[in-house]
């Protein structure tokens, strides 16, 4: 296995995945080059595929979607809902409301389609949102999960169409927004389940962001594959993981950076 060390560049005292950034631009190159696919399966279903939208058949959404405890939420925030198929699925097994955001309008279509083909359309709600954007003050939940673009770009990164925000996430800004506003959509208790890979995202950044909004998390569950890189290239080990923060006692002192 590679050694993933070599791969963390320091720059000012930041730390930047480069590997993490290398193998997403390849994936997302790949992407671009299937051909066009209206469909996919997963959970032994059909889903329906908007043009530009990350397909929900992948090894992250699998794993994320079979792992969160829906039975413990009614209600559900899906922040970056992608095709839809974590918040139809939420909504098959019990959650009675759903909201599903995206910042890319196609996928809240796709998520539209695939609600109505599985027969939960009266449970989801499918809304364009960049993170909470879309909700008001009263909408709280038990759950708020995001399966976010874990990939940290850097500043200048060029997003060339609606699809690169599932992958990319230019200097963390998306997951610090994330973080400073998910608390004022929580019920009291509620709990955050963020979708993650410590391999190829900024684990480092992450929980700094989560402590300095006022949470503390761990992991719930994780799961490692051996990943091939290129055909030359030794396989390297990538994990997924499932964190579960909760709203920390905030001491004296201490505050909370709210972003809009
Ligand atoms: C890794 S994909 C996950 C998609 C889907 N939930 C899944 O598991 O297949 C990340 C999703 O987050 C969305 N996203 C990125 N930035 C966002 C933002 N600021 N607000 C809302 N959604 C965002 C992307 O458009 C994408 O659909």
Redesign the pocket.
């Known amino acids: 296995m590679q050694d993933l060390g070599e791969n963390l560049s320091r720059k000012g005292g930041h730390v930047f995945n480069a590997i993490g950034y290398e193998l997403g631009k390849r994936d997302l190159a790949r992407f671009r080059n299937l051909p066009p696919q209206d469909r996919f399966t997963a959970f032994d279903r059909e889903w329906s595929l908007l043009p530009d ?2 397909p ?1 058949n ?1 090894v ?2 699998r794993l ?2 079979s792992w969160l405890p829906y039975q413990e939420a009614d209600n559900l925030a ?6 839809g ?2 918040a139809v699925m939420a909504a098959l097994h019990g959650c009675s409301r759903v909201f599903a ?4 309008p196609a ?1 809240v279509e796709t998520t539209r389609l695939n609600a109505i083909r599985h027969g939960v359309d009266g449970k989801v709600i499918a809304l364009t ?3 909470f954007s879309a909700l008001d003050a009263i909408d709280v939940f038990d759950m708020i999960y ?4 874990f990939v940290e770009a850097p500043a200048d990164h060029y997003y060339v169409s ?1 699809i690169d ?3 990319f ?1 230019s200097c963390y800004a ?1 997951h610090h ?1 994330f973080f400073a506003n998910a608390g004022r959509h929580l019920s009291g208790g509620g709990r955050i389940f963020h ?1 993650f890979s410590e391999t190829l995202g900024n684990p480092a950044l992450l929980r700094e962001l989560a402590a300095e909004t006022g949470f503390r998390g761990s992991a719930y569950r994780r799961e490692e594959f051996a990943v091939p890189t290129g055909p030359r290239d030794e396989p390297i080990s990538v994990d997924y993981v499932l964190y579960e923060f909760h709203q920390a006692e905030l001491g004296p002192g201490c505050h909370r950076t709210l972003i809009r």
Request: hydrophobic share 45%.
């Open positions: 939208v990350w929900g992948a992250a959404t994320f979607t899906v922040v970056g809902c992608g095709a198929v974590t955001l995206d910042v890319n996928a949102s960049n993170l995001w399966n976010s673009p609606g925000y599932a992958a996430d998306a927004g979708g």
